[in-house]
């Protein structure tokens, strides 16, 4: 877990884009390209991939 403290200035917007989703299914069933498309994104490291999606070669 990350906690970050930020000084805010009033009329000051602020995004959060949590990863909390839980999405569903079976991780060893999500497509190859939503995988490789997460990868790209900085959603998953290469050693979570081939633990968590069961995968060795995701190049």
Known sequence: M???SVLLVCF???TLITAT???YGLPER???EK???DMKN???T?????RLFYLEHTD
């Open 30 to 32: 999500r497509p190859i």
């Open 21 to 23: 989703g839980g999405g």
């Open 2 to 4: 990350v906690k970050k």
């Open 46 to 50: 290469k050693e979570q991939v081939e």
């Open 12 to 14: 000051l917007g602020v």
């Open 42 to 44: 900085g959603y998953f």
């Open 35 to 37: 995988i490789r498309h």
